[in-house]
């Protein structure tokens, strides 16, 4: 086995083995670009290295024979004390990763060769400079010492000569500083700085291999399910400089705008400096179209060849470079992260330019892209009219742009909501007790905790907009306010805008602008010359997208105006309606007679009343649909959702008591509520049982949906109804609901002379069902996988308590890398998809599959699906292009 590539034997496809970093080098190398001589170590040397705790015997050879070859090239050897060849040692995964070890410049310098260095660069400054990056590098990075202890002895070198940068340390004041870097060194570590070259560059790759396993990757490895056994590559590069005075210096670089995608000049460029110091801010850096003016040669050999990276890689390439005396060095390129709207504009702009297919095109923008741009978002040019102003910046946690009221805990955040006032809730962080606070408010907003804090996560399980983690924003909750860094006050009651999307807090109310996305998938904007090219991109893919995908698109909808929407965003039917959205509201009173009838007479004629007006909502609903298939889902819930609470209803019994007043009506509801009180209602009276137990419910609701069906066939309309039984757990329940089902639709065929072609199946949400879902099949002409219930069920928690409460710290331990109820559980819920959707067909081949959880449109469990071989999703009508789009990536 070969552990050692030069970065002229490896190439861009080689990132398993060679890292992102290593395989690009080499890449550009081969392009003939003016990359550092140098050669990578690869994945499988770290991969043995922990394994076996030792670096591979011959690991140390190969390194000598390529160590041998780079100093015959640049002839110089490593660490030569009157002309040392330095060298970068840089990681380099397949993934970048935080927690992997930073790169240390300048390996090889030493005591001994310091002087060797400013000789030949005629530098002194430089070369100490140099000398006294590597030994912080090195100190912090391999030795482990605490960085802010350099830090500090680099700012008391500065005030002691009154310097306001680094760059105005003369030679004599880095020579000094370099002592104390040794001293901090040996007193930290209780040994010297190691003055040979050979074991600086070991120490170092050893540490790269180390750092694989640190707690920080590991955990992020664990929450982005990046497999633990990937390793890293380690980069050994001759070093260039760019702090050789003022015709050096070093420099980022884009292809395009990342943020709009247009091509043109982006990037920022450093005078006299190294690599690091452009990220770290030290000092201020220009716009990369100032290099032209600064060195012309250098700048036309870029743009040259940010041509030829993109025409190569066929995308955006972000770009790292350094210029050593006036000659251009490329240290660095992959294809670079972009916005959305980027995404989109680019994967389009390509393909115009014939670089990429439409194929690709479709590949290269994702659901989540496309749902970030359905948010509405603020308009930041326009924040400053109305007195708005940015107070600071937290982790954007769950998108959207809301404004409201600041309020300070649960309970003002409910009671001002119920006065009909726009919140926003402002916390420390949030835990379970916050829950009701913060479903009243438009947005939410803590000072502390990442992404996968309480807030971050149930904000997002609700799609609700927050930003979290705000550390420079002082919240005081006793105080009731918030206070920025400069020293902007807000108090309960004053109106802030905080923005999901990018993590921007201002004080005052942001101007909010629609989307002008699902202003196009409304059929508001057309998209011809005049729409933004942002739009015209979208409407491209998404043909493209409709035109590939092999499932289809549904959605989850209760009303005619929701139908209707969804129409227009691309539904292709309605996968879900839940009937029991259609017994709230007014009709809950007869919903109430219904459960309280004693005689079978009562509960007859409560059933009579209820008739009608269900069939009214189906006449809409099949109105809406007409032409496609609605699937109405016979009643699902526990009956106590009908009933007034427990306790209020106690409460106002016993006032009426302690008054000498008795009202029957309550007394009999009391008896109802402590009758049908569940310990645990997800699991108990419900769903398909409800039917079962109480006679006539479902019929009268199968024979609504029928005469429903019937009027609208009789008006010259296509309606293509399914009836769907929900939580059936074995086969004999489907077959006592269907029997008497058929018995109701044939009466009705049979009094309107009309054949309805109504399909009734059931949905698949319980184990027991996916395990018999053979046996099921024969009874259900469709099976839909309620994939919420499913994975409550599976997993036994209930959503409701679990997300609030202990989700965060699951997420936080990396048990896994993301809400079950957000992205299918592949290998436990999913399986039994899969394992149902099989023995279906096999028992019924013709047997219709659909999906209709919330994970119908969340793009990674869409993938999975169409792998399953599903007919079709259902999600809510937002989420319908997302679903969409991910069902064409998926068929792509
Ligand atoms: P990261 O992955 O954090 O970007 P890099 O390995 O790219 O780490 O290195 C950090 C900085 O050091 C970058 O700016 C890079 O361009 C610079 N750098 C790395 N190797 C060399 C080298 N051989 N000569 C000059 N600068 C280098
Ligand atoms: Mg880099
Ligand atoms: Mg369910």
């Known amino acids: 086995r070969k552990f050692v590539y030069d970065f002229t034997e490896g190439n861009k496809d080689l990132k398993d083995l060679l890292g992102g970093k290593g395989a690009n080098l080499a890449e550009m190398t081969n392009l003939g670009l003016p990359v550092p001589p140098g050669f990578t170590i690869t994945t499988e040397a770290c991969k043995v290295y922990l394994e076996s705790g030792a670096e591979p015997p011959a690991l140390r050879d190969e390194v000598s024979a390529h160590l041998d070859a780079l100093e015959r090239k640049m002839g110089k050897k490593l660490g030569q004390a009157d002309d040392p060849l330095l060298v970068s040692v840089r990681s380099g995964a397949k993934f970048s990763m935080p927690g992997m070890m930073d790169t240390v410049l300048n390996i090889g310098l030493s005591d001994a060769s310091v002087a060797g260095l400013a000789a030949q660069a005629g530098d ?35 005030r002691a000569r009154g310097a306001a940068t680094d760059v105005d340390l003369d030679a004599g004041d880095l020579r000094k500083l370099v002592e104390r870097f040794k001293a901090i060194v040996s007193e930290e570590t209780g040994r010297e700085f190691p003055q040979d070259p050979r074991e600086q560059m070991d120490l170092a790759i050893r540490a790269v291999f180390d750092s694989w396993n640190g707690e920080r990757a590991r955990l992020y490895r664990r929450q982005e399910r990046i497999p633990h056994d990937l390793g890293t590559a380690v980069n050994v590069c001759s070093m260039v400089f760019g702090n ?9 670089a884009f292809t395009r705008d990342p943020a709009g995608g247009q091509q043109g000049v982006y990037g920022d460029y450093l005078a006299n400096a190294q690599g690091e110091d452009v990220v770290a801010g030290i000092r201020n850096t220009v716009p990369l179209a100032e290099l032209e003016r600064i060195d012309k040669k250098s700048y036309d050999q870029l743009m040259e060849i940010m041509e030829t990276l993109e025409n190569h890689y066929r995308d955006l390439c972000d770009i790292e470079f350094t210029i050593e005396r006036g000659k251009l060095w490329m240290l660095q390129t992959r294809v670079g992260k972009r916005t959305a709207a980027a995404a989109f504009r680019i994967a389009t702009q390509l393909a115009d330019q014939g670089l990429i297919d439409d194929a690709e095109a479709l590949r290269r923008v994702t659901g989540a892209q496309l749902a970030q741009l359905m948010f509405p978002h603020f308009d930041e040019a326009k924040a400053g009219d109305g007195g708005a102003e940015r107070i600071g910046k937290g982790i954007a946690a769950s998108p959207g742009a809301a404004v409201g009221r600041a309020v300070f805990d649960s309970a003002t955040a409910v009671r001002r909501a119920q006065e009909g006032e726009k919140v926003i809730l402002v916390r420390r962080e949030t835990n379970p007790d916050d829950l009701d606070g913060m479903i009243a408010a438009e947005g939410i907003l803590t000072s502390r905790g990442g992404k996968t804090s309480h807030a971050a996560v149930v904000a997002r399980g609700m799609g609700k907009t927050c930003v979290c983690g705000a550390e420079e924003l002082e919240v005081d909750t006793r105080r009731r306010r918030l206070t920025a860094p400069d020293g902007t006050v807000v108090e309960e009651g004053d109106v802030i805008s905080i923005d999901g999307s990018t993590g921007k807090v201002y004080r005052g109310e942001v101007p909010v602008v629609p989307s002008p996305v699902v202003e196009y998938f409304e059929g508001r904007i057309r998209a011809d010359e005049q729409a933004g090219e942002l739009v015209r991109a979208v409407d491209r893919i998404m043909t493209y997208a409709d035109g590939v995908r092999r499932m289809k698109v549904r959605a989850n909808a209760d009303n005619a105006e929701d139908a209707a929407r969804a129409r227009r965003f691309g539904a292709q039917g309605i996968g879900l309606c839940r009937t029991e959205h259609m017994f709230l509201g007014e009709r809950r009173e007869l919903v109430e007679h219904l459960i309280l009838a004693e005689t079978e007479e009562r509960r007859e004629s409560a059933l009579d009343a209820l008739m009608p007006l269900q069939k009214g909502d189906f006449a809409e609903l099949f109105e809406a649909m007409d032409g496609l298939p609605v699937t109405v889902r016979l009643l699902d819930p526990p009956l106590h959702e009908f009933l007034p609470d427990l306790t209020e209803l106690s409460v106002r019994v016993a006032l009426a008591e302690a008054r000498g007043e008795r009202d029957e009506n309550d007394l009999r509801l009391l008896q109802a509520v402590r009758r049908l009180h569940e310990q645990n209602p997800m699991l108990g009276l419900r769903g398909v049982r409800l039917g079962l137990v109480i006679p006539g419910l479902f019929t009268m609701q199968v024979r609504a949906i029928a005469e429903a069906a019937a009027d609208r066939r009789a008006a010259g309309g296509d309606p293509r109804v399914e009836v769907m039984i929900p939580l059936v757990g074995t086969v004999q329940e489907l077959e006592c609901v269907r029997e008497e089902a058929e018995k109701v639709v044939a009466e009705v065929e049979r009094a309107r002379g009309a054949d309805l072609n109504l399909a009734i199946g059931t949905m698949i949400e319980l184990p027991r069902a996916a395990v018999t879902a053979g046996q099921i099949a024969e009874c259900a002409d469709f099976f839909s996988f309620g994939t919420n219930d499913l994975t409550q069920t599976t997993w036994g928690f209930s959503r409701d308590d679990v997300e609030a409460s202990f989700f965060a710290t699951y997420l936080e331990k990396g048990i896994f890398g993301v809400s079950p109820f957000e992205t299918i559980d592949k290998e436990g819920v999913g399986a039994l998809v899969r394992t149902a959707a099989e023995a279906g067909r096999a028992a019924r081949p013709d047997i219709k599959l659909g999906v209709c959880g919330e994970h119908g449109g969340d793009p990674e469990s869409v993938h999975f699906f169409h792998e399953v071989g599903l007919d079709y999703v259902s999600c809510s009508p937002f989420r319908i292009p997302v679903a969409r789009l991910e069902a064409g990536r998926a068929a792509a």
């Open 244 to 252: 050789l005075g003022p015709d050096s210096g070093t420099g980022v």
């Open 124 to 158: 002194e400054r430089f070369a100490w400079d140099s000398y006294r990056r590597l030994i912080q590098m090195f100190g912090k990075t391999v030795l482990g010492v605490d960085g802010d202890l350099f830090e500090e002895a680099l700012e008391e070198a500065k």
